[in-house]
């Protein structure tokens, strides 16, 4: 099983991007799929939590609330955090990670598995 993150860089404030989470070995539709950011210094915290198919329901935290939204393409076994109108405060290490139970909604018990990590840099 592997999650890989992808799709970070380095962005002006107001800026955009686009993360990926894609699986190996296991289909994203039977699992919820967490995105988490770690700032340097703090710790890390959830933004965004996207249900198995079994549900499809989604959330972000409100500091990301109207900006930040989270999706699923099935066919490419891949999950999306797209990124609007960023912040220098949204600078971080941004990981995805895979809900314990197949079936799980928003938010899961535990994660099991965690992706990489891909750095987003805003700067202003």
């Known amino acids: 099983v592997q999650l890989q993150a992808s799709g970070g860089g380095l962005v002006q404030a107001g800026g955009s991007l686009r993360l990926s989470c894609t699986a190996s070995r296991f289909a994203l539709d039977y699992y919820a799929i967490g995105w988490f950011r770690q700032a340097p210094g703090k710790e890390r915290e959830g933004v965004a939590c996207?249900?198995?198919?079994?549900?499809?329901?989604?959330y972000v935290v409100d500091s990301v609330k109207g900006r930040f939204t989270v999706s699923r393409d099935s066919a490419k076994n891949t999950v999306y955090l797209q990124m609007n109108s960023l912040k220098p405060e949204d600078t971080a290490v941004y990981y995805c990670?895979?809900?314990?139970?197949?079936?799980?909604?928003?938010?899961?018990?535990?994660?099991?598995?965690w992706g990489q990590g891909t750095q987003v840099t805003v700067s202003s």
């Open positions: 996207i249900s198995s198919s079994d549900d499809d329901s989604s």
């Open positions: 990670a895979r809900g314990r139970r197949p079936g799980d909604s928003c938010p899961p018990l535990a994660y099991d598995y």
